[in-house]
């Protein structure tokens, strides 16, 4: 009826007998609503063929994560009107009610967009796709959820058009956040707790992509593997990215300095990365021998934080392997950063590793304060598997100095994040430290269904076996 009144006021200057009078209108009438679309379309295109014309790329957009779009984004799908006329075009559509609106937000009704994108196929398919991704490619900040979907909106209309290069570059293309970081899209958006939509995303065009895109994707999707529990196909992506780096860097010769910085950087980080998953897995020696390598490859070098990363993590690799001398002296290393550095967001994960390690230590009033610390930025910039870590070192602190009641409390706020985002590995971690909470509570069958049910089906489907044989020996 919306269409039928728009019709009547923008072609019979709202005359509701001259319009009844038109045989064809009655035809349309009782013809159904998907003739009388078709109808429309028709009509617009001989009445107005701007106005139709962007009706039809306007149906390019999803309306899915983001139901509406704003003017901008239609007055983008204009790019062969002069920018003063532009608007006109879009009030031709809201005056006949083809196009919904509402407080400067424009969508498209289902039956409406399905009409659309028929003709848009015959017409300015490609065109409209590119247009409308340059445009979400405009979000050049991720501050939050909204933003994140809204910049990644563009990788959608890459991918409709089958353009995977395209889509890949969208998922690479770094950007600020709201940590202080500059990285990839994809990256920014994983930490925000898109795992699925990210992952998905990668999946669907790697085998379609360029070598060393690839191993940019690989690195990323390594760690999703990682959250998801799937931790040998993650040391598998990243290993693939360690070998074409390698190879690549062979040639250094032929390579542009910068392109050979990037190398370095995506190999370094693909070797720590391993080295993070082998502590999930409990491998702490080949953990060990990692981070190790990191610290040789990157220390004094223009890619020195990497080896502050992991000094970090050797430091609590050693405190798990009952070298408390040798992760003190790594802390020492770290201490005028630990203390002095303004810490951020995006140091989060790394802080809570230092948190672990001063607790497996026994200075119980430092990891305290980190742990604090860390919370205090995972929830102010939405890093939520941070948050779900953090909670579960905090939680097996509060055990370690007698607070059953808080620990108890707290493992239960680690646990519900953690499988909210399916973040398996760390949900796994999670169970069996509640586990060991509640077996001190001395309510064993409590502890029996964390332990030996739920961390060990998850450890299980990791086929991380020394954490299995660290359940059954009930350490830590």
């Known amino acids: 009826m919306e269409i039928i009144a728009g019709n009547i006021h923008a072609d019979f200057d709202g005359d509701l007998a001259m319009y009844l009078g038109s045989s064809r209108d009655l035809y349309n009438l009782e013809t159904g609503l998907k003739q009388l679309i078709i109808n429309q379309f028709d009509r617009l295109q001989l009445l107005d063929l701007d106005a139709y014309q962007l009706l039809c790329r306007a149906g390019c957009y999803r309306y899915q994560d983001l139901a509406r779009v704003d003017a901008e984004a239609l007055l983008a799908l204009l790019w062969d009107i002069e920018p003063a006329q532009r608007m006109k075009v879009v009030n031709a559509l809201k005056n006949r009610s083809l196009i919904e609106f509402h407080r400067g937000q424009y969508w498209l009704h289902p039956a409406i967009r399905a009409e659309c ?71 920014n958006l994983y930490r925000m707790g898109l795992i699925q939509p990210v992952l998905l995303a990668i999946t669907q065009i790697l085998p379609y992509l360029p070598p060393q895109m690839i191993a940019e994707l690989s690195n990323i999707i390594g760690d999703l593997y990682w959250i998801v529990g799937r931790v040998h196909e993650a040391i598998e ?45 409990w491998e702490l020696l080949e953990a060990q021998h990692l981070f190790e390598k990191v610290i040789e490859i990157a220390s004094n070098t223009a890619h020195d934080r990497w080896a502050q990363k992991a000094i970090v993590c050797l430091a609590l690799v050693r405190s798990y392997l009952n070298k408390p001398e040798a992760a003190r002296q790594l802390l020492k290393k770290i201490e005028p950063l630990i203390d002095r550095q303004k810490w951020t967001g995006s140091s989060a994960y790394f802080l809570q590793i230092i948190g672990l390690t001063y607790t497996n230590l026994g200075d119980y009033d430092r990891a305290s304060s980190i742990f604090a610390q860390t ?18 070192g905090l939680a097996r602190l509060y055990r370690l100095q007698g607070n059953l009641p808080i620990a108890q409390t707290t493992h239960l706020q680690a646990i519900e994040i953690l499988d909210r985002l399916g973040a398996k590995c760390d949900l796994a971690e999670a169970y069996y430290q509640a586990g060991l909470t509640w077996q001190q509570t001395g309510d064993l069958r409590q502890s029996q269904i964390y332990c030996d049910f739920r961390a060990h089906r998850l450890f299980t489907q990791m086929a991380a076996l020394q954490q299995l044989a660290k359940i059954k020996a009930r350490i830590y």
Request: hydrophobic share 40%; with cysteine.
């Open 117 to 187: 994108i028929s003709r848009l196929r015959h017409t300015d398919w490609i065109q409209a796709h590119q247009r409308a991704a340059e445009y979400w490619s405009g979000v050049t900040k991720i501050i939050d959820i909204s933003t994140a979907i809204t910049a990644l909106e563009a990788y959608y209309h890459y991918l409709e058009i089958g353009d995977f290069t395209g889509a890949a570059r969208v998922l690479l293309q770094p950007r600020d956040n709201q940590w202080g970081q500059f990285l990839p899209l994809a990256s």
């Open 237 to 281: 992506a990243q290993q693939s990215t360690i070998e074409y780096t390698t190879k690549a860097l062979l040639q250094t010769d032929k390579l542009a300095r910068h392109h050979t910085h990037c190398l370095n950087i995506l190999n370094i980080d693909s070797l720590l990365s391993l080295g993070l998953y082998q502590i999930d897995l």
């Open 375 to 392: 919370l205090a930025f995972c929830q102010t910039g939405n890093y939520l598997q941070t948050q779900g870590r953090t909670l579960t």
